[in-house]
């Protein structure tokens, strides 16, 4: 840019300054392709293997940018040698894109055919190619999962055609990037797990299945190796006799594949704005990551803000995850909503209308259990406009999933709104030999329940405010309130705490306290001599197959209660919901349970076993 500016009039040199946006397109392109693709195998229909991603390989393909760069110091490097002639490109000159065709259909492909083949002979297999292959399942950003000497080949066999062009004189603007975002695309498409050509392109021109591959056709090349070697054009398998037998029928099968049916459900929501990055769909690397945020999101707040726009206005549920577990398919759908939408009265109508859809789309799908995640659970109306008990008068209350039900009372799939193997996990986190908790924050309906089993069990729970001693004292029975404490003292180092803990509450604590949350969403950790617990979690067992990102700020294969409770639901065959403020499974059973479906506690360094 700086030598742009600059240099005279005269000297200036459009295409060396278009370098950079052409790497950013390229970046652009293939992130569209990786969320679109997810997005489609998520949905189950038309994809081609029907296996799940983990998270190795979601840590070897997560640079996949770095060809892009080497391209780009390699063309930074191209343009200064004056025989190429770069400078001053035109913008477009039909002879050199038609030259660039040719060249690509003829040398490019002929050579890149043998040189693949080459690569499949065991000496230079093992040694550089079965990194590639290690992707049995392939997304779109596969394709360029390399050693850096065979980017290096590729780089020479691509450069072929736009070389020709520079020296023939015939290169434009248009032919180089259009001719780089074409291999972009085949690439990303032969990659995609998703079957998207239909049947009537081929009917439409016959000889086009043997200039074009197809998703399904590539495919196989991962599956049985020693078939369909060629790039984008299949006819060289076709005169070498490489064609591998099954393509035709992978592609038809392919094609009719339909939706998977629907066992759990898990309805989901966008938190922070940042969120929608560390979606399965958006950026594949931060999306194995607990959800934390990032400096550089700073500089596609464009970006954000009018994905937050669209949602505002509208927006429609959409699949985010899909699982298989025991004989169980799973599948999480994300309400496009944000945290701070839940808490906006002009919202509320919109997300629960959006909630209800999703029930009983679920319903329609033979969905066995569904359960409410994060915020999916607050509350819809007012407990004074529903004439519930006097307690919860005036106040807006979280009512579980109550409302759907009594709304679609002949509702098949169960709702399941996991607090009681929230209260579970809660109590299993609190070290042995303790005899006395606090308990802050938002009384919720796992807090009554912890409240409750706490005070049966002969420990106490102390709070540190009035009007929360009251209401939980009107939950408990008589024999349960007298472990029930209402103090000012900050000597107590096992802190429960739920969303609206006070920051100078946290200060008073004594130090070395454990602050166990109960809540959805992760205190703010304001002390570093005090241990914090991961809100209510169990790690999964290892048979739970294509989990390959983080749920929001749990680490990897480490599921919320919530979500997990509806599993379990389903495993065990339970026929009723447990949902609505005075509904709750036995906290016990729920637990024993889960262990025994091979979930485990959650332990933390800090936190003996």
Same mark, same amino acid.
């Given at each position: 840019?700086?030598s742009?500016?600059?240099k005279?009039?005269s000297?200036?040199?459009?295409s060396?300054l278009?370098?950079l946006?052409?790497?950013?397109?390229?970046?652009?392109?293939?992130q569209?392709?990786?969320?679109?693709?997810?997005y489609w195998?998520g949905?189950f229909?038309?994809?081609?293997?029907?296996k799940?991603?983990?998270?190795?390989?979601?840590?070897?393909?997560?640079n996949?940018?770095?060809?892009?760069?080497?391209?780009?110091?390699l063309?930074y490097l191209?343009?200064?040698?004056?025989?190429?002639?770069?400078?001053h $490109?035109?913008l @477009?000159?039909?002879?050199g894109?038609?030259t660039?065709v040719?060249?690509h +259909?003829g040398?490019?492909?002929?050579?890149?055919?043998w040189f693949? /083949?080459?690569l499949?002979? &065991?000496?230079?297999?093992?040694r550089y190619?079965s !990194?590639? !292959?290690?992707?049995?399942?392939?997304?779109p950003?596969?394709?360029v999962?390399?050693?850096?000497?065979?980017h290096?080949?590729?780089?020479?066999?691509? +450069?072929i055609?736009?070389?020709?062009?520079?020296?023939a004189?015939?290169?434009?603007?248009?032919?180089?990037?259009?001719y780089?975002t074409?291999?972009? %695309?085949?690439?990303n498409?032969?990659?995609c797990?998703?079957? $998207?050509?239909?049947?009537?392109? *081929?009917?439409l021109?016959?000889?086009?299945?043997y200039l074009?591959y197809?998703p399904?056709?590539?495919?196989l090349?991962h599956?049985?190796f /020693?078939t369909?070697?060629?790039l984008?054009?299949?006819f060289?398998d076709?005169?070498?006799?490489?064609?591998?037998?099954?393509?035709d029928?992978?592609?038809?099968t392919?094609?009719?594949?339909?939706a998977?049916?629907?066992?759990?459900?898990?309805?989901? &929501?966008?938190?922070?704005p940042?969120?929608i990055?560390?979606?399965?769909?958006?950026f594949?690397?931060?999306?194995?990551?607990?959800?934390?945020?990032?400096?550089?999101?700073?500089?596609?707040?464009?970006a954000?803000?009018?994905?937050? #726009?669209?949602?505002?206005?509208?927006g429609r549920t959409f699949?985010?995850?899909?699982?298989?577990?025991?004989?169980?398919?799973l =599948?999480?759908?994300?309400?496009?909503?944000?945290?701070?939408?839940?808490?906006?009265q002009?919202q509320?109508?919109s997300?629960s209308?959006?909630i209800?859809?999703?029930?009983?789309?679920?319903?329609e799908?033979?969905?066995?259990?569904?359960?409410?995640?994060l915020l999916?659970? +607050?509350?819809h109306?007012?407990?004074?406009?529903?004439?519930?008990?006097?307690m919860?008068?005036?106040?807006?209350?979280?009512?579980?999933g109550?409302?759907?039900?009594?709304?679609?009372?002949?509702?098949?799939v169960?709702?399941v709104?996991?607090s009681?193997?929230a209260?579970?996990?809660v109590l299993?986190s609190?070290?042995?030999g303790?005899?006395?908790?606090?308990l802050?924050?938002?009384?919720?309906?796992?807090?009554?329940?912890l +409240?409750f089993?706490?005070?049966?069990?002969?420990?106490q729970v102390?709070?540190?405010?009035?009007h929360?001693?009251l209401?939980l004292k009107?939950?408990?029975?008589?024999?349960s309130?007298?472990n029930?404490v209402?103090?000012?003292?900050?000597?107590?180092k096992?802190?429960?705490?739920?969303?609206?803990?006070y920051?100078e509450? =946290? =200060?008073?604590?004594?130090?070395?306290?454990? %602050?166990?949350? *109960?809540? &959805? *969403?992760?205190?703010k950790q304001?002390?570093k001599?005090?241990?914090? !617990?991961?809100?209510?979690?169990?790690v999964i067992p290892?048979?739970?197959?294509? $989990?390959?990102? @983080?749920?929001?700020?749990?680490?990897?294969?480490? #599921?919320s209660?919530?979500?997990?409770?509806?599993?379990?639901?389903a495993?065990?065959?339970?026929n009723e919901?447990?949902?609505?403020?005075?509904?709750?499974s036995?906290v016990?059973?729920v637990?024993?349970?889960?262990?025994g !479906?091979?979930?485990?506690?959650?332990?933390?360094?800090t936190q003996?076993?």
């Open positions: 840019m700086y742009f500016v600059k005279d009039k000297e200036r040199e459009l060396y278009l370098i946006p052409i790497l950013l397109w390229r970046m652009l392109h293939n569209i392709w990786i969320s679109l693709s997810r195998t949905k229909k038309n994809s081609i293997i029907d799940g991603l983990e998270f190795e390989q979601v840590d070897r393909e997560r996949w940018d770095d060809q892009i760069l080497l391209n780009g110091i063309f191209g343009s200064g040698i004056k025989a190429f002639g770069t400078s $490109l035109p @477009c000159r039909i002879d894109i038609l660039t040719l060249i +259909a040398p490019v492909e002929f050579l890149y055919y693949h /083949r080459a499949h002979h &065991h000496y230079l297999y093992s190619h !990194h590639h !292959h290690s992707s049995i399942v392939t997304e950003i596969t394709a999962i390399h050693p850096f000497a065979e290096i080949i590729y780089f020479m066999l691509f +450069a055609p736009m070389v020709a062009t520079l020296l004189g015939t290169a434009s603007i248009v032919s180089i990037a259009g780089l074409y291999v972009d %695309f085949m690439n498409l032969g990659h797990n998703y079957e $998207l050509i239909p049947k009537w392109v *081929f009917s021109f016959p000889p086009l299945k074009m197809t399904s056709f590539h495919s090349h599956t049985q /020693r369909n070697y060629s984008f054009m299949p060289y076709y005169i070498y006799g490489t064609m591998d037998k099954s393509t029928e992978l592609y038809e392919s094609l009719k594949r339909e998977e049916s629907l066992d759990v459900l898990h309805l989901t &929501h966008l938190t922070t940042e969120s990055y560390h979606l399965r769909l958006g594949a690397s931060l999306a194995s990551r607990p959800l934390t945020s990032k400096w550089y999101l700073w500089l596609i707040w464009p954000t803000l009018w994905s937050m #726009m669209v949602t505002w206005l509208y699949v985010v995850e899909r699982h298989r577990y025991s004989k169980l398919r =599948q999480t759908w994300a309400i496009p909503k944000y945290s701070i939408q839940y808490f906006l002009s509320k109508k997300i209308s959006l209800e859809d999703a029930i009983l789309d679920a319903e799908r033979g969905a066995k259990v569904l359960s409410l995640g999916n659970q +607050a509350a109306t007012s407990a004074k406009l529903l004439g519930l008990h006097s919860l008068q005036g106040e807006e209350f979280n009512r579980y109550e409302v759907y039900v009594e709304r679609n009372p002949k509702l098949n169960k709702i709104d996991g009681s193997l209260v579970a996990v299993n609190i070290p042995k303790t005899t006395q908790v606090v802050r924050g938002k009384l919720t309906k796992v807090a009554y329940g +409240a089993t706490l005070c049966q069990r002969g420990i102390v709070t540190l405010h009035e929360e001693y209401k009107k939950w408990l029975n008589n024999e309130e007298s029930l209402l103090s000012r003292n900050y000597a107590q096992i802190w429960l705490v739920g969303d609206g803990l920051e509450e =946290q =200060q008073k604590a004594q130090k070395g306290t454990l %602050f166990i949350p *109960f809540s &959805h *969403f992760p205190p304001l002390r001599d005090c241990s914090y !617990h991961s809100t209510p979690a169990m290892k048979s739970l197959e294509n $989990l390959h990102s @983080c749920e929001n700020w749990l680490p990897r294969r480490v #599921m209660a919530w979500r997990i409770a509806a599993i379990v639901h495993l065990e065959g339970w919901h447990e949902c609505g403020l005075y509904t709750m036995d016990e059973k637990w024993q349970a889960s262990l !479906h091979g979930f485990q506690p959650l332990v933390f360094p003996s076993k």
